[in-house]
């Protein structure tokens, strides 16, 4: 797995954006909106909805992977 940032939308409980370390920030992340969540990598853990094949394709089209959670190490407070 590669490594991301991990950002979190402050409205909708557990929806999840991964961004790729190398990449820049979408600017939909900006705004105050979504809060950073951290990083994801190998040592990390992902949260358990967390799908890598899903994620490689949705950077590969987008730049970035949408993705809800119901793991509580990562929704919102």
Known sequence: MRSYNLF???SVDGLCCAVP?????????????????GKLDRDGGAPLDFDDRAADTAIRFNGFYLF??????????
């Open 8 to 10: 979190r939308l402050k």
């Open 21 to 37: 370390e190398a990449c820049a920030v979408p600017a939909f992340l900006g705004g105050g909106r979504w809060t950073f969540g």
């Open 68 to 77: 809800q959670t119901v793991d509580r190490r990562f929704t919102c407070a």
